[in-house]
Structure formats: structure tokens, C-alpha cells
């Protein structure tokens, strides 16, 4: 029960985040709010001086073990996978495995991708979200959490730099990126 609220409350603020600018275009015109304007252009997320200065965090996907191999241009897996990694469900792909970490050294002409860009776009939604709810504002690695929707993972402070890739390892695991070397758009509910 307690996993399907946790779940239900990942989808709902991603769908919220979605949703958030409430922006519509109607003929060159946008509306946000009450309010129409001509050629609006980008929406910027504000900032929250302690945790999310510029905005929307912008965490990467290029780290050098968020990999996952693919068969090259003969169509076929030629690698063999290492330590944990696993082959997918469908046999095209080699993933990380339960570690986050790409062990295999790709093989014949197999190519290694970075893979890991569902878990780090809602990484960057929640830690967001947990920004601008966070009820008294400090500053990244005083310890002090008093909105728990991004989670100490090891690093001293849900929101000091370190703690990122920990909160995109573990939204990996939970949409089977890992496992399955992509991540599904269902899985990210």
C-alpha cells in the first residue's frame, strides 16, 4: 500500500510539473493564467535560493557508468556481459544491472549509449518540487529536510550535489532502466 502511494505521488507531480506553466497557444497567441501575451517563448521554472538557484535543475545522463550497450550496424548483441550487467528482456540490449554501472566493455561492433535519461528528467522534476516546498529554506548540507519528497541517499542532505546521482540510481532501479537498459514511459509513474 505504502509503495502504490509513493508511486501515485511520483506520477502525480510529474503529471503536475507537466501541467504547471498551464500555457495554451491559440493563433500566435499564449495564454498563462488570465492573461494573453504575444510570442511568449520559453518558460522558466523560478528559482528557490537554497536548493534550486537557477530553476529547474538540469542534472546529465552523461556519466561515465549510465550505459547501456546496443548491437552496431550487423544487428547482433556481441557482447558478453560482465559482473552484474544484465542482457534485457528482449535480448537487444546489455544493461547495467542492479549496481547502475556498466561493467561489459562493448564488443565486435556494438556501441555503448548513455541510457539513463527517464530517471534523471524526473530526478530533476522532484528535486525541484521538493525546493519549492521545503518549509524552512537553508542551504544544501545543513541536514535539514522538512519536505521529505527527495531523501537523504547516503550523502548528508537530500539536496547537496552528491546526493543527486544517488536519487537517479535509485529512480533507475524503480523504472527497471537497470534491468532493461531503457526506460519505459510507464514505468515512470
Given at each position: 500500500?505504502?509503495?502504490?502511494?509513493?508511486?501515485?505521488?511520483?506520477?502525480?507531480?510529474?503529471?503536475?510539473?507537466?501541467?504547471?506553466?498551464?500555457?495554451?497557444t491559440?493563433?500566435?497567441?499564449?495564454?498563462?493564467?488570465?492573461?494573453?501575451?504575444?510570442?511568449?517563448?520559453?518558460?522558466?521554472?523560478?528559482?528557490?535560493?537554497?536548493?534550486?538557484?537557477?530553476?529547474?535543475?538540469?542534472?546529465?545522463?552523461?556519466?561515465?557508468?549510465?550505459?547501456?550497450?546496443?548491437?552496431?550496424?550487423?544487428?547482433?548483441?556481441?557482447?558478453t556481459?560482465?559482473?552484474?550487467?544484465?542482457?534485457?528482456?528482449?535480448?537487444?540490449?546489455?544493461?547495467?544491472?542492479?549496481?547502475?554501472?556498466?561493467?561489459?566493455?562493448?564488443?565486435?561492433?556494438?556501441?555503448?549509449?548513455?541510457?539513463?535519461?527517464?530517471?534523471?528528467?524526473?530526478?530533476?522534476?522532484?528535486w525541484?518540487?521538493?525546493?519549492?516546498?521545503?518549509?524552512?529554506?537553508?542551504?544544501?548540507?545543513?541536514?535539514?529536510?522538512?519536505?521529505?519528497?527527495?531523501?537523504?541517499?547516503?550523502?548528508?542532505?537530500?539536496?547537496?550535489?552528491?546526493?543527486?546521482?544517488?536519487?537517479?540510481?535509485k529512480?533507475?532501479?524503480?523504472?527497471?532502466?537497470?534491468?532493461?537498459?531503457?526506460?519505459?514511459?510507464?514505468?515512470?509513474?
Amino acid at each position: 500500500m505504502k509503495h502504490m502511494l509513493e508511486k501515485s505521488m511520483v506520477l502525480m507531480l510529474v503529471l503536475t510539473l507537466t501541467f504547471t506553466a498551464y500555457t495554451s497557444t491559440i493563433g500566435g497567441q499564449q495564454t498563462i493564467g488570465d492573461k494573453k501575451t504575444e510570442n511568449l517563448g520559453w518558460y522558466y521554472k523560478p528559482s528557490y535560493s537554497d536548493y534550486s538557484p537557477s530553476g529547474m535543475p538540469d542534472f546529465s545522463q552523461i556519466q561515465d557508468q549510465w550505459k547501456v550497450i546496443f548491437p552496431g550496424n550487423n544487428g547482433i548483441l556481441d557482447s558478453t556481459p560482465s559482473n552484474d550487467d544484465v542482457v534485457s528482456s528482449d535480448g537487444l540490449r546489455i544493461a547495467p544491472g542492479p549496481d547502475c554501472h556498466l561493467d561489459t566493455t562493448p564488443s565486435g561492433d556494438d556501441v555503448a549509449k548513455f541510457n539513463f535519461c527517464g530517471p534523471v528528467v524526473v530526478a530533476n522534476c522532484l528535486w525541484w518540487f521538493d525546493s519549492k516546498y521545503e518549509y524552512e529554506p537553508g542551504q544544501p548540507g545543513n541536514g535539514e529536510d522538512t519536505f521529505p519528497l527527495v531523501k537523504d541517499y547516503g550523502a548528508g542532505d537530500d539536496h547537496t550535489s552528491s546526493n543527486a546521482p544517488l536519487l537517479i540510481e535509485k529512480l533507475a532501479k524503480a523504472m527497471g532502466t537497470c534491468s532493461e537498459g531503457t526506460t519505459y514511459i510507464e514505468s515512470m509513474q
